[in-house]
């Protein structure tokens, strides 16, 4: 297996531009999570879905879209870049208890 | 306001020290997990806890989750360099038929040689 896999691993955008981030999994698990990271404030949840189809926001999910037609996949949309969403994403996915997280995209928007 | 508090938030030790986290929250939880974090990957589970007042061990870390299952610490005894990273702690809760997952800011461990 290769657990969660997240692409790219880094990106520099420009304000206004556009982007999605990948984020698969191939444990078969329904929940699948974004957040971001940002230093000194732990994790916080952007997006999650509880299985194809259905998804709802988390704590900051302004700026942001997701959308999750498979169970593996879990797409999230950056559609208007901005400085403040300069930050390392994770893709997270959910078996019985524990949260296995992808290695992670670093952006900058500038 | 946070839902779960993590001290202290940076650590700086020399290997062989002790040390103890505490992770503290007013609400009460399912279950609470560790995670490990080194830097440019992502988190790693290192243990689950579910019962009140139960104590985990995974070799040199204790882990253990307070009574009311409001509160957890983690103890690391005798710290090598590979210990090394950001804890992260994380309460769960089923909100309707919804799984959730809150995480506290973190503890930045450094262990010198």
Known sequence: NAGVTQTPKFRILKIGQSMTLQCAQDMNHNYM?????????????IYYSVGAGITDKGEVPNGYNVSRSTTEDFPLRLELAAPSQTSVYFCAS????????????RLTVT | ????????????????????????????FSSLQWYRQEPGEGPVLLVTV????????????????????????????????????????????????????????????????
Not at chain 2, 74 to 95: E, F, M, N, S, V
């Open chain 1, 33 to 45: 999570y974004w957040y971001r990271q940002d230093p000194g404030m732990g994790l916080k949840l």
């Open chain 1, 94 to 105: 959910t078996g019985a208890y524990e949260q296995y997280f992808g290695p992670g995209t």
């Open chain 2, 50 to 113: 579910v019962t009140g007042g139960e104590v985990k061990k995974l070799k040199r870390l204790t882990f253990q989750f307070g009574d009311a299952r409001k509160d957890s610490s983690l103890h690391i005894t005798a710290a090598q360099p590979g210990d090394t990273g950001l804890y992260l702690c994380a309460g769960t809760r089923t909100i309707g038929s919804n799984y959730k997952l809150t995480f506290g800011k973190g503890t930045l461990l450094t262990v010198n040689p």
């Open chain 2, 1 to 28: 306001t946070q839902l779960l508090e993590q001290s202290p938030q940076f650590l700086s030790i020399q290997e062989g020290e002790n040390l103890t986290v505490y992770c503290n929250s007013s609400s009460v």
